[in-house]
Structures are given as C-alpha cells and as structure tokens.
C-alpha cells in the first residue's frame, strides 16, 4: 500500500511525457534513458535510448549528463521504475526530468523504432572483463567496439602498436591495408612482425600475429597502395580509418576520401624524436577541420622524408600509436573529448606534450566545398 500511495503521490507531483513526445524529444537532442536490466534491453530498446540498468542510475548518470541543467528522459518496462529513477534524480539535483508514460511497453506499441544490441558471449565477457568495469564502456560498449569495423592504412611503426591494441580492444573488423613486403629494418620498430616472416607482405605477416592474439578480430586483408582511384571503394564499408601512413600523397587520399564518405579520420605521423596525433570529422556531430585545413599545400618530397631516409626512434610508433588507437576507440564509443580541432605533438628527448588548436579553414578546398564522388575517381 505504501508503494502505491508514493507511486500516485510521484505520478500528480513529476513530469510526464508520452512515448510520442518522447520520441519527438529525443530526435532533437533530448537523451533517453533506458532503466531496464540488461535481460530486459537484450530484446530490445529504443533506437538511441542511452542504457543504464536502473540499479547502476545514480553511480552512472553524470558520465552522461554532467550538467544538472540537463533534460532527461526515463523510461522502464511500464512505469513504476522510471517514476522512482526520475524522484532520485530529481533529488540528486537534476531540474528538468521526465517519466514515459507507458514505457518500453507502449513504445512498441506505438511502433516506435527498435534496436537490438548484441550480447556478449560468457568467452566475451571473460576476456574483456576489464572493460565491462569501466562505466563508460560496459557490455554496451564493448559490443559495440565488437561490431565495427577500422581501416589502417599502413601496417608498419604506427600500424604495428594500432592493429595490436584495436584488436586487443575487441574491435570487430580490421582492415589492414599496405603494399610493402617485410624488410628486416623494419623490426627495428614494427612489432607486428617477425624476422622468419622477411619478404612476406606486411598485411599477411600482421594476420598472423593478429589471429595468434585474438582470433575472434575478423581481417580483411588489401594487399594494396591506397590511391586516389581506389581509396573510396575501399573505405566505404568502414566506420573510421586510421592513417599510419608515411608519406603525404596517402594522407591526402584518405583524407579526401573520409570526409567525402564522413568517416572519422585518425592522424599520426612520427619523424626522429618527435610525433604528431590529430583526428578529423568535419561532417561529423561536432565540426572541426579536415587535414587539408592542416596541411593545404602538398610539400616536395624533399621536406617531407620517410623514415628510412631520416630515421625513427624505435619506440616512438608505440607512444604514437596506442594514442592514435585510442582516440579511435574514444571516437567510436561516443566518450571523452577526442582531439577533433587540435593537434598533439610530442617530444620524446624532453618528454613534452603540447596540444594546439588546429581551426576549420573556411576556404578548404576539401571539407568547405561540394566536392562529390565522381571528381574524386577521377583524380585528386
């Protein structure tokens, strides 16, 4: 009886919206927020709907509004847990929150969108256990790291730590895509690679480490030199691409290409003692710069050396490059404040760190024109 009266009391005193206005609600920003248990949410939730186990609400709430200020949305399997989660939030000091009336229940319904979220198998859940602990990650998360799909154009110095880390973080899909044949030079800093595999190609020596270390990481292999004719063709099935190149030419094409199929791009580059990370979505949810607006001009080859010409500290790839990954990851589970707009430079002789901002050129002739598809087959 006393569950009831505080239920009637919290149904006259709380905010409440139908599952239509809900809808309409969150299509224009306003977050859902889906209190079910994962048993519950495993068949089903609201496209969209941000998903915290009703139990985990107050330890969870702020990694996904931070601001009191913020309008939110509950919603449960009918009514009573979303009336109870939003007088607890209330309480904790948010000032602008909703109970759905009917909940998941009259959301279907209404025939309202549906999504499904994989669920992780017992193997899944063992290996990455360490995720699942971090609120920011989770189950939800890490299925989601489970099911997308990354390019890396290179499989060399930055490649060698992206692909091992990417693929230890349980990303679906790599896509590893490089023409070089292995050099015994290269072990000086490419991990991914041993010295019986020396003049194999790279991407089918870094399958083999890969699949020895996790075996669940499918790889599409493109035994390839990424290039103006074939760059969106093969970028197109990926959510984001990470560029471990090491020269201009190719940071140019994969740039062209993610912001004309508006794919985050990830952006690193080492010379000697110093390395540079940087990440470009100018379509993406917040704007920013493309690498054009970075870098406008194609420099002569001579200012722009490889590393067998000037060389590489042979640990410098693996501090660029587990910050490269993740700044992948963080882009893909939506967390953090990625370095979209900013340039990351690091010294290694002075262990120094400076971040820059880098502006969105409002003359680019990249991410500031129409440029379509067809232009760019036929030549950069």
Known sequence: MLRQER??????SLSRIS?????????????LIDIRDAEETAKGSPVGAVRISRSFLELQIENVAPDADTELMVLCASDARALFAADDLNRLGYSSVHWVDGGFQAWEAAGLPVEKHRQLSAAEKERYARHLSIPEVGAEGQALLLSKKVALVGAGGLGSPLAF?????????LGLIDSDRLERSNLQRQILHTDDRIGELKVSSAAKSLQAFNPDVALNLHEIRLNENNALEILADYDLVIDGSDNLATRYVVSDASTLLNIPMIYGAIFRFEGHVSAFWPNGPSGGPCYR?????????SLTPSCSEVGVLGVLPGVIGTI???????????????LIGRLLTYNALDCSFHDLEVPANPHCEQCQSNRDLPRMRAGL
């Open 7 to 12: 239920l009637s009391r919290l149904r006259e």
């Open 165 to 173: 880390y990417l693929a230890a973080a349980g990303i679906g899909t």
């Open 324 to 338: 490269m990954a993740t700044e992948a990851i963080k882009i893909l589970l939506g967390i953090g404040d990625p």
């Open 19 to 31: 599952v239509e206005e809900a809808r309409r609600k969150q299509k224009a920003g306003v977050k």
């Open 293 to 301: 607006c970075l870098f406008p001009e194609k420099l002569p080859a």
